[in-house]
């Protein structure tokens, strides 16, 4: 497939990896002449800023984008997607577990007519606690909430740049069962997988267990049929317990079952405010990240001056915006 490419890093306190990085993917990507490597600094508070802007200055293929504070993955692939200036777009993570001669595979699959074509990691080098997660995630999602889940699917993924912005600005939570859900042909190929030499994994259980809600919740209605389930039962059960009660019969069983109708009115309500937090959260107007440099043309409303009228917008000056 020959047509242009964005590399996007995202990068949060990676330090000299991020040298590391830039090395190996133009040295892997040399014979691609529209080529674009974009890193997207999610708050770093060490010198990973210094160190892309400094390969900035150096390499005319290094554009990048930094935020004001940590905003998280989602926020990384958001911008990063948004300011894309190729066709094409490779997540490639900093820690370079995966090689970057193996983004020529996903490429060349590409190339048989497909939207997006995931990396699907052959042997995977991550620790045994991470790796179950991932699998019962990814079971729970199919089997249990029946969402739509590309088998083998990773961050490590070739997205037509078009496809990717429509996926993330429907902000939906999660990237990659969005991609049946509007239609994107795509495919899955192995790739290599090595162990992590720098860095350290930003994945952690209780990162993971919050990814997992914002998967259920935002791509299945299974957890409000269950609770349209627990009403009707404690609906038919409400009188049954009342006329027993009033009989005098079985109190300690009709205590022990109110405590229980109770509990389950709880957490449905619970359940339900999550629903239409989400509802009232996607439907506001308030961006994702905000952006504090880049070596970008950035648009006004990605940024904090932006939102304020007393303030100019910020303007492109040479390498950095400034307000």
Not at 55 to 73: K, M, Q, W
Not at 89 to 98: N, S
Not at 170 to 180: C, D, E, G, H
């Amino acid at each position: 497939m020959n047509t242009g490419l964005t590399v996007l890093v995202p990068c949060f306190n990676e330090g000299p990896q991020v040298e590391v990085a830039h090395a190996e993917l133009t040295a892997a990507l040399a014979e691609i002449g529209d080529l674009e490597i974009l890193f997207v600094d999610d708050g770093s508070t060490d010198d990973s800023l210094d160190r892309i802007r400094r390969l900035a200055e150096a390499d005319p293929r290094v554009s990048y984008v930094a935020f004001t504070r940590n905003f998280g993955i989602d926020a990384v692939m958001a911008a990063g997607f948004r300011y894309a200036g190729r066709p094409w777009t490779v997540q490639c993570d900093a820690d370079l577990q995966v090689p970057p001669e193996e983004i020529w595979t996903l490429l060349a699959k590409a190339g048989e007519g497909y939207d997006v074509v995931f990396g699907r990691r052959r042997g995977r080098r991550d620790p045994l606690v991470r790796k179950a997660g991932s699998a019962g995630l990814h079971w729970a999602a199919r089997r249990v909430f029946r969402i739509d889940m590309p088998r083998g699917a990773s961050t490590f993924r070739l997205v037509r740049t078009g496809v990717a912005r429509t996926i993330t600005e429907l902000r939906l939570p999660w990237f990659i069962p969005a991609v049946p859900l509007v239609g994107a042909r795509y495919a899955a190929v192995p790739v290599t997988h090595r162990p992590r030499t720098a860095g350290r994994s930003r994945l952690r259980l209780a990162r993971l267990a919050g990814h997992s809600f914002e998967l259920f919740f935002g791509f299945s209605v299974r957890p409000l049929n269950a609770v349209y389930a627990a009403a009707a039962l404690g609906g038919l059960l409400a009188p049954l317990l009342a006329v027993a009660a009033l009989l005098g019969y079985g109190l300690p069983l009709v205590a022990a079952a109110q405590l229980l109708l109770a509990g389950l009115t709880l957490a449905s309500v619970a359940l339900v405010g999550r629903y239409l937090h989400r509802l009232l959260r996607d439907s506001g107007r308030m961006p994702t990240y905000w952006i504090k440099d880049s070596n970008l043309t950035v648009r006004p409303e990605d940024t904090l001056s932006g939102g304020l009228p007393c303030l100019p917008p910020p303007v492109r000056t040479g390498e950095r915006i400034t307000s």
